[in-house]
């Protein structure tokens, strides 16, 4: 069954404690919480505790691609000491995705940390936006990425909409590489609640069950008010 989770992301500007933060996400009803970067200036041990008091998983979290080059086995041992089981790539720039070339070289490097990562039962994610949809001869700078490389995708369906594509084509095509879902809407290429987009929300959540993901991320850049975003992303999930 999938589950539902955060991205710690959309509450960046909650000036509020971590663990406040944490007891914002359970009482709303989130199975998890995906991390993006800092942990709020708890110890990953202390992180943990917190965590498993409030019953809260956590999902590949979002990690600096230099991180994970310069010392995978550091950014492993703290990720597994809050029950991680794989990073994610959050962003790489358009130049790394505007020709067939910068494509696959972006694959193979991608792949070398992945295989290192892989050496400490670890796992890789790539989260796109919507510049990688680049057209490349008749197919997509991701098109070119995603056939090249074997490491998991964590398919943002807003920017894929916003991209000009269809997100549960996209999801119906890797599902065997897809764990986590972003369930991100996106309005006219503009950040917005989720339900008040563009992107089909239902036939997103569907299809991510039906090929086998284990997580609805819900994601929103740039909230109005992040803590109500805290509670009506998961109203709306759990209404999917």
């Not at 990688?132 to 920017?159: I, K, Q, R």
């Not at 993901?213 to 850049?221: F, G, K, P, S, T």
């Not at 008010?225 to 109203?235: C, L, R, T």
């Amino acid at each position: 069954m999938v589950r539902t989770a955060i991205n710690l992301y959309s509450v960046r500007n909650l000036d509020l404690p971590m663990a406040e933060i944490l007891e914002r996400c359970a009482d709303a009803g989130y199975d998890g919480v995906q991390f993006s970067g800092e942990f709020g200036g708890l110890s990953p041990d202390e992180l943990a505790t917190k965590l498993d008091d409030l019953g809260l998983d956590v999902t590949a979290a979002h990690v600096d691609l230099d991180a994970m080059e310069t010392d995978a086995a550091s950014v492993v041992e703290t990720h597994e000491t809050i029950g991680s089981d794989g990073a994610v790539v959050p962003w790489l720039g358009a130049e790394h995705f505007e020709s067939r070339e910068a494509a696959e070289e972006t694959a193979t490097r991608l792949e070398n940390v992945a295989a290192n990562l892989a050496d400490h039962d670890f796992s890789l994610h790539y989260h796109n936006h919507d510049h990688e949809f680049v057209p490349v001869d008749d197919t997509t700078g991701y098109e070119v990425f995603a056939e090249v490389c074997s490491l998991l995708l964590e398919p943002d369906v807003g920017w894929i909409e916003t991209a000009g594509h269809d997100p549960v084509e996209l999801l119906e095509r890797y599902g065997d590489r897809i764990e986590i879902v972003h369930m991100k809407d996106m309005a006219d290429g503009d950040f917005c609640e989720i339900g008040d987009g563009d992107v089909d929300m239902q036939a997103c959540a569907d299809t991510a069950r039906d090929i086998g993901a284990e997580w609805l991320v819900y994601e929103h850049d740039q909230p109005e008010d992040p803590a109500a975003s805290i509670d009506h992303g998961a109203q709306f999930l759990d209404g999917l």
